[in-house]
């Protein structure tokens, strides 16, 4: 039943040793969305596609970067964690006049 | 850029009684959808309640209700009969219905307790 799947649930990863976080769905909706979400705050959106129009935020560093190789996947890449990117990370779908759905989040931790 | 505001960082209820969670928002737009989203400490997003900014008609579901004004740009939640299980973090949400990739924005959260 689970409609936007992410994996790993946890990851834990060096500082500077990049990883890479995946995120699918069986919605099939055109929007994919990455947040970034630090305790006890609101998510922060970090870029989102439209089928393969890829739209990054201004604020979004250099160090994430995002893949979306089909409709179904979504990867977010970041090349050099530093320990302030230790966070829940969310990935939700969006379809034209329809709410984002969310997946259960990946909580990277970096050490 | 539209902006969403939550002016109550944390609220607590009693089990059974009512609260009222407040969210306002800054858009010049005049298309729009606006959300409240849970999300309990096992941290995944459920969404709660929706509203289309061309309904004039206040959302229900069940327990949850909303208080859009659209000109005060304001669009309360009311939780009636608050259960222990409603105990989470609550975010106002806001999507532009203006183009078709439109980012989703929340607001700061509401940190809701339900005493037993």
């Known amino acids: 039943d689970a409609m936007v799947i992410q994996n790993p649930r946890y990851q834990v990863t060096q500082f500077g040793k990049p990883v890479t976080l995946s995120c699918s769905q069986t919605?099939?909706?055109?929007?994919m969305y990455w947040y970034q979400q630090k305790s006890s705050q609101a998510p922060k959106l970090l870029f989102h596609?439209?089928?393969?129009?890829?739209?990054n935020e201004a604020d979004t560093p250099d160090n994430f970067q995002s893949r979306r190789p089909n409709t179904s996947f979504c990867f977010l890449d970041i090349r050099s964690p530093g320990l302030g990117d230790a966070a829940m990370y969310l990935c939700?779908?969006?379809?034209?006049?329809?709410?984002?759905?969310f997946g259960q989040g990946t909580r990277l931790t970096v050490v | 850029a539209q902006t969403v505001t939550q002016s109550q960082p944390e609220m607590s209820v009693q089990e059974a009684e009512t609260v009222t969670l407040s969210c306002t928002y800054d858009?010049?737009?005049?298309?729009?959808?606006l959300f409240w989203y849970k999300q309990p400490p096992s941290r995944q997003m459920i969404l709660v309640i929706r509203?289309?900014?061309?309904?004039?008609q206040n959302a229900t579901e069940n327990r949850f209700s909303v208080n859009f004004q659209k000109a005060a740009k304001s669009f309360s939640l009311k939780i009636s009969d608050s259960q222990l299980g409603d105990a989470a973090m609550y975010f106002c949400?806001?999507?532009?219905?203006?183009?078709?990739?439109?980012?989703?924005?929340f607001g700061p959260g509401t940190s809701l307790s339900v005493i037993p």
């Open positions: 596609y439209y089928d393969k129009d890829f739209n």
């Open positions: 949400a806001y999507r532009s219905q203006e183009t078709s990739y439109d980012k989703v924005i």
């Open positions: 858009t010049s737009e005049s298309d729009y959808y």
């Open positions: 919605l099939n909706h055109n929007v």
């Open positions: 939700a779908t969006g379809q034209l006049n329809t709410e984002a759905f």
């Open positions: 509203q289309e900014a061309y309904k004039q």
